[in-house]
């Protein structure tokens, strides 16, 4: 039997390389919002986190999150996410 490949992604705080499961992703959807998709699912550019505080600090610092999806983030919806990553 073959091995099933396990999906690799990048977080965008941390920068390395984790299974897909392990790590959250960030959208922005086709009408131009952004959230933090649980399911992985969503449609729309996506960006992968580990499920850290640090994490988030460091990528919100360095506007990661922004050069990921290609869009501006208000504060309002940098604090939304950060709740979300805090209560996973």
Known sequence: MQKKKIPQRMC??????????????????P??????DATGKKAGRGAYICPSE?????????KRIEKALNQPI???VYEALRDGITKI
Do not use: P
């Open 54 to 62: 640090e994490c988030f600090t460091k990528a919100m610092k360095q």
């Open 31 to 36: 009408d131009g919002s952004i959230v933090l």
């Open 12 to 29: 965008v705080g941390c920068q390395e390389m984790k299974s897909k499961k392990e790590l959250l992703r960030i959208v922005r959807t």
């Open 74 to 76: 208000e504060a309002a």
